[in-house]
């Protein structure tokens, strides 16, 4: 499978302690795309309102969650010459409403990518993180959703994957379920929105190691063989957990 990975130097900010672990993909062995310049403005508004998007140019983040946009559709762009293309996730994660930050994300990169992506069709997004993004924002109608939690999973205040944190070793045999129910599905595009938060040496502290990993990638990448996808990595706080993930994802 011919895979590589979007990196912009622009993405690298002292406020935001995930960006700063970007600088050790330099040191795996995958192919790096410089992220594009491009206008972005139009398509994130069509998912945050005028108003917010208005009020966050002042915000810390602001040109950091641009860049990141821009880094998500330079990969959805790439996929014209790859089977996948990774794209790190800093300030445009999953968790920003429509007019509302959540955690460090102030753009919903996530929403951002499906209404992007609209041309594919039929659209796969799966989720697997520690906490529930806000899918809300992104209509049925452009994309189905696929998580771990299912729709019984209760969900905290700050958005945890309660569920998901429970599950433990079982956590890949849940995500084995999935994938044959993406397969049935048969999408043109499969997102993958994957938090590096789900390793055991991140703060959400899941029993989730090496194999656990090994396993999760390989029936991901065994699914996605013969379409195309697009891998949102939500970056976690350790450089480690970042370089030994994409070295799993390089060496397919």
Not at 14 to 35: A, C, F, N, T
Not at 126 to 144: F, L, P, Q, W
Request: with cysteine; net charge negative.
């Amino acid at each position: 499978m011919d895979i590589a990975m979007v990196y912009s130097d622009r993405l690298l900010s002292p406020q935001i302690p995930p960006s700063r672990k970007l600088r050790v993909l330099k040191e795996v062995e995958i192919r790096l795309i410089e992220g594009e310049e491009q206008e972005v403005e139009e398509l994130i508004m069509q998912i945050h309102s005028e108003e917010y998007f208005s009020r966050i140019r002042s915000h810390p983040f602001f040109e950091n969650a641009v860049e990141n946009v821009k880094c998500i559709l330079t990969g959805l762009k790439a996929l014209k010459d790859y089977d996948a293309v990774i794209v790190p996730v800093t300030t445009a994660g999953h968790l920003a409403e429509q007019s509302r930050m959540r955690g460090y994300c102030l753009l919903n990169g996530l929403a951002i990518a499906v209404k992007a992506a609209e041309s594919y069709g039929r659209i796969a997004v799966i989720e697997t993180d520690a906490h529930h993004g806000k899918a809300s924002i992104v209509s049925e109608e452009r994309a189905t959703f696929f998580c771990i939690g299912r729709r019984e999973c209760e969900i905290s205040e700050d958005l945890r994957c309660v569920l998901g944190r429970r599950m433990g070793k079982d956590y890949v045999k849940s995500f084995e379920e999935l994938v044959e129910r993406v397969k049935e599905y048969d999408p043109n595009l499969v997102i993958w929105y994957l938090g590096l938060d789900l390793d055991s040496r991140e703060y959400a502290e899941m029993p989730f190691g090496r194999e656990e990993w090994e396993k999760l990638v390989k029936n991901f990448m065994k699914m996605a063989e013969g379409r195309k996808s697009l891998i949102m990595l939500a970056l976690g706080l350790r450089d480690d957990v970042l370089k030994d993930i994409v070295g799993l994802f390089a060496g397919w």
